[in-house]
Every structure is written in C-alpha cells, then in structure tokens.
C-alpha cells in the first residue's frame, strides 16, 4: 500500500456524517452468489448499478428483468436498497433494443471490447458498427458505459486503457456530443487528462483499489492474486492521479467500487480471476484513502453527490455514519460453496459504519 506516513493527518475527527451513498458499478453475479453480494451491497450503498456480464450475458430486457427478480430474491427484509439494471452490448444489439430497454426502465447498456476482462467473450469487435444503437441511446438518454481497454494482444497490459482512449474513445464523444458516457474503473493518468478535457456528458468512475494500491502491491515481493484485477493496477504515478481526481471535488469523477467477487481457489488458480471484492467495507475503504489524501470533507460529493448529479437522481434521504473505530478485515468471507478473499483481508482499517 502507498505510504503517506510522511502526511501530518487530523485524527481529531472521530465521526463523519455523510448523505448516504451509491455505487455507480459493481458486479452481484448471479445465483448462489447473490446469498452473499446482495446483503453486503445493501448495508454499504441505496443503488448499485448491476453489471451484465453474467454467463450467459443479460443481452435482452427480458434477461435483464429476470435478473432484476432475482436480485431482488435476496434484498434483506425492510432494506432500502435499488439495483439499477443494464444490459450488456454485443454486435447484434439493436435499436429496438435501446428502446425497449428504455421503455422498461433499463439503467444503461455496458461496453466491453470483446474479451477484455472477465465474461467479455461475447463483447463488441466494432464499435463503428453499433453507431446505429448509440444514437438512439443518446436520443433515449441512456448512459454507455465502458470498459475502455482494447483487447489487443501487441498492446501492453498496461498501455491498453491509454490505448482504448485513443483510438476509440475521442472520436465516440465527438460524434455523439449529447451522449452521456462513463469511462469506468478509470486507471491512468491519461484517463483523468482524457475526463478532464470533455464536456459534462462525460465521466469517470474510481475504485478504491486503484486508490489505495499500486502494481507494486501487485508484484512486489510474489505475486497477489487477490490484487489482480482488469484494468489492471498501474505505476504509483497513475494512482497518485487518480487521488488527486477522487479528491479535486471535480464532479466528473465519483464512485464505482468494481466490487467483483471470485472464490478463493479461482483467485489462487494457474489463471487466476480478475476481479476485487470489496462491498465488505467499500465506503471504509474509500474514507481510508481520502483521509490519507487529507481530504475527508471531500468524500461526499465523491461518495453521494456526483453520482446522482450526472445521471439525474435524487440524493439518498438516509444519512450515513462513519466512526473512528478500527476493524480488521476477515481473512475470508463464505461466498457460494466456497470463500472469497476480501480487499485488505486481515488488515486493519480506521473507520467503520455506525448502524446504531
């Protein structure tokens, strides 16, 4: 983890009260694995934006509403807790599909390049070829939002986001002004130049690993697998960016933990998953990153504010609080038949949610 010792930090501050907060992208999965990601999401966040890429991929409104019920199968009683749905883009995707969605209350539509990260098999090889759909979703106001890395096997792993940026990305805003995009899980500094530089129809999401861990954490001293997740982690220079973006009060720049739960032996395997889970304490985590950046009177706008600003929500009533109380992460969490290992498991983190 990056080292901020060298930070003279304010530890008078023992609570912190703050609108309650949303999660802008994070993966549920589907069937056994919703006994375990629904009630955690629920305790930390109002609405989650469900991702799509299920296996198989909630490609129809249909799929979508069915996989709506079956989230909602799990919702603990007498929380208040919203999944918004989005439905996963392929090459066959059509026009009559945005508006169908749209007519049933359909959040948004994800991109994933075809084969990307995790589940993305079936993802798009064209962007130029689904112009078609993104007007009409730029017509019916529903947000794309993008895993923006190209899958292209001579690109770096690390220069992929930075690569997606430029060929693809640019010239999409620029031909669809009125399109409202959120370049997700943002990772480089080239991403925050690339938000900063665009009109209010454009952000970004921040995950709290990006925030709080850099490749060294990945890497250094043997390799973590419970680190390794797509975008993958980048030099400390890209995270002390996005810090400063978390941080700036800019509000093209808001939350989305990426939470996405693997079991154990998947993590720990010859080809170990992508993905980070971290719905067990995702705004602690948050709060841990911002109070190193000295920036804690930031963390609600970031958190609960910007959010429901860009894509037209109300705030949450609910108000959340924080307190000064260490707690260790669990070394494991019980997930479908087996465990997952959570983000800075057993380790101690600074703040804890009062449900008092």
Not at 90 to 118: M, N, S
Not at 179 to 197: G, P, R, W
Request: hydrophobic residues 40%; glycine residues 4%.
């Amino acid at each position: 983890m990056q080292n901020y010792s060298s930070r003279a930090l304010d530890f008078s501050m023992q609570t912190l009260t703050i609108i309650y907060p949303d999660d802008w992208h994070c993966h549920l999965r589907n069937e056994n694995a919703l006994a375990t990601t629904v009630p955690y999401a629920a305790k930390q966040f109002k609405r989650v934006v469900a991702m799509p890429n299920l296996q198989p991929p909630v490609c129809d409104v249909d799929a979508a509403l069915n996989y709506l019920q079956e989230i909602k199968a799990h919702i603990p009683e007498g929380a208040d807790f919203t999944p918004l749905m989005t439905l996963y883009l392929t090459d066959k995707t059509t026009t009559k599909t945005i508006y169908d969605a749209k007519e049933k209350g359909i959040f948004g539509c994800k991109l994933y390049p075809a084969g990307v990260t995790t589940h993305s098999t079936q993802g798009v090889t064209s962007l130029e070829a689904l112009y078609p759909v993104f007007a009409t979703m730029a017509k019916q106001q529903m947000p794309l939002l993008i895993h923006g890395e190209v899958n292209d096997k001579s690109v770096d792993i690390f220069d992929r986001e930075k690569r997606f940026i430029e060929q693809h990305l640019v010239k999409l805003t620029q031909e669809f002004p009125e399109l409202k995009v959120v370049l997700e899980h943002i990772t480089t500094k080239e991403a925050v130049q690339f938000i900063e530089s665009t009109s209010s129809n454009v952000a970004a999401t921040i995950t709290p690993q990006h925030l709080l861990l850099n490749r060294n954490d990945l890497l250094a001293g043997g390799i973590k697998p419970h680190h390794y997740c797509l975008p993958i982690l980048k030099r400390s220079l890209h995270q002390e960016t996005l810090i400063k973006a978390a941080t700036s009060a800019n509000p093209k720049f808001f939350i989305g933990t990426d939470s996405a739960p693997h079991a154990k032996k998947q993590k720990e395997s010859a080809c170990g998953c992508a993905g980070i889970f971290s719905h067990h304490g995702a705004i602690e985590l948050y709060a841990q990153a911002f109070e190193q950046a000295n920036a804690l009177d930031k963390l609600e706008g970031f958190t609960s504010k910007f959010g429901p600003d860009f894509y037209g929500f109300a705030y949450n009533k609910a108000k959340l609080t924080l307190k000064r109380i260490p707690w260790v992460v669990p070394k494991t969490i019980p997930y479908a038949q087996d465990v997952l290992v959570p983000l800075f498991a057993e380790k101690t983190l600074a703040w804890q949610i009062s449900y008092e």
